[in-house]
């Protein structure tokens, strides 16, 4: 197995009641990644990815997409670590969890 990376994503604009992140479990397991994601009380959604470098930056290019009905109009995204892989269920590859 290659050199993994974690990367947190904030995506900011109409994220949240379009879609969102069903979409981007979907397309985070498609791609064989890891993570997680969770709607913000801000109104964002949040996102961890780990993978191999070349498709985490692959899902974030997908994550400035987003779906149809979605408008992104703003993604930051930073390094992270392992630590924040922690909010992911027991068992699952990739979770959508509860707001927070």
Do not use: L, W
């Given at each position: 197995m290659g050199a993994q990376v974690i990367r947190?994503?904030?995506v900011r604009g109409r994220v949240q009641g379009v879609?969102?992140?069903?979409?981007?479990e979907r397309e985070a397991l498609a791609a064989g990644l890891e993570g997680w994601v969770r709607?913000?009380?801000?109104?964002?959604v949040e996102a961890v990815f780990s993978g191999a470098p070349d498709?985490?930056?692959?899902?974030?290019?997908?994550?400035?997409?987003?779906?149809?009905?979605?408008?992104?109009d703003a993604l930051d995204v930073r390094s992270a670590d392992a630590?924040?892989?922690r909010p992911r269920r027991v068992g699952e590859r990739f979770s959508v969890l509860p707001t927070a």
């Open positions: 947190h994503v904030s879609g969102y992140r069903a979409f981007v709607n913000s009380h801000d109104g964002s498709i985490v930056e692959k899902m974030i290019g997908t994550c400035r997409r987003g779906p149809y009905a979605a408008r992104v630590a924040e892989m």
